[in-house]
Structure formats: structure tokens, C-alpha cells
């Protein structure tokens, strides 16, 4: 009985421009998020310095809708 199955072969350059993409893919995402977490820390010391600054949280957010609104 013979075997119907047969294997499906790339060749060594496909192989490779996938393995490529893959790996470019990957390296993309970990840079994404890299800066997004970056950028999420950076923030939240922005917040902290904010409330250091201004005296609190409730001083904070008076402060931040004041010169949202235009004043009140």
C-alpha cells in the first residue's frame, strides 16, 4: 500500500522570507509595545508630579476642569 500523503516542501527561500516576516512581525510588536508601556509610565509620573504640585487629587481636578471649561 503506498502512501497518499505526500509532504508539501518550501524551498529554502520561502522558508527563510517567512521565518524573516515572522520575526520582523514579532520585533514590531514587542517596539509597539515598548513605547505604549513607556508612555503609560511617563503618564502616570505626569499625574503624581500633577497632584504634588496642586496640593492633591481634589486640587488636580479643579485645576485640570478649570483650564478645560475656561474657567468657572
Known amino acids: ?3 497518499t ?3 508539501q516542501g ?3 527561500g ?3 522570507q517567512e521565518a524573516i516576516g515572522e520575526g520582523v512581525s514579532q ?3 514587542a517596539v509597539i509595545l515598548t513605547l505604549a508601556a513607556l508612555i ?3 503618564g502616570i ?5 500633577g497632584m504634588s504640585t496642586m496640593g492633591g487629587i481634589m486640587e488636580l ?4 476642569l478649570t483650564a478645560v471649561t475656561g474657567g468657572m
Open 1 to 3: 500500500m503506498k502512501n
Open 5 to 7: 500523503l505526500q509532504k
Open 10 to 12: 518550501l524551498g529554502l
Open 14 to 16: 520561502e522558508l527563510d
Open 27 to 29: 520585533a514590531g510588536v
Open 40 to 42: 503609560g509610565i511617563w
Open 45 to 49: 509620573a505626569c499625574l503624581i508630579g
Open 61 to 64: 481636578g479643579h485645576g485640570w
